[in-house]
């Protein structure tokens, strides 16, 4: 499996950091943590040439995933597994190998088991890239301790 996520937040959220721990895909897409905490997220990944498609853009579905782990910090605000429900998202503008993307994820409405998450994808010059809306709903599940 590879290394967890790289995390440089030093808030404390020790679910979200031991779900983390175990996400070989953000760890293989090479996330980087910035900011962890109930309710919001920021995560960035520099785009490589193997996470562009047949255009040598940066494929779309690697936007989407990246966008996705920042909406899962974020949801994960406490003890109860949290999932997502539904998303959609926007593409804005196109990026390419080389720069850097980073996703800011916001809980916009959170009631009973579900909740609603904005995340915004900018490149290295704060340009938007997407907009992703994330729906979630909590589980009965606690977290798993990171083993």
Not at 10 to 25: E, F, K, L, Y
Not at 60 to 88: M, P, Q, S, Y
């Amino acid at each position: 499996m590879p290394d967890a996520p790289t995390t440089t937040s030093t808030a404390d959220s020790a679910p979200n950091r031991a779900m983390m721990q175990r996400d070989a895909a953000s760890a293989a897409l090479g996330m980087v943590v910035e900011r962890d905490e109930p309710g919001i997220a920021i995560v960035s990944m520099r785009v490589r040439d193997d996470m562009t498609n047949g255009f040598h853009i940066t494929h779309g579905g690697l936007v989407f995933t990246l966008a996705d782990t920042a909406f899962a910090i974020a949801c994960n605000e406490d003890d109860t597994v949290t999932v997502a429900a539904g998303a959609d998202i926007t593409f804005l503008k196109s990026t390419v190998a080389g720069q850097t993307l980073t996703a800011t994820a916001v809980r916009r409405t959170r009631s009973g088991r579900t909740g609603l998450y904005d995340v915004s994808v900018v490149d290295e010059g704060g340009e938007p890239v997407a907009e992703f809306r994330g729906r979630s709903i909590s589980t009965n599940r606690s977290h798993p301790s990171v083993e």
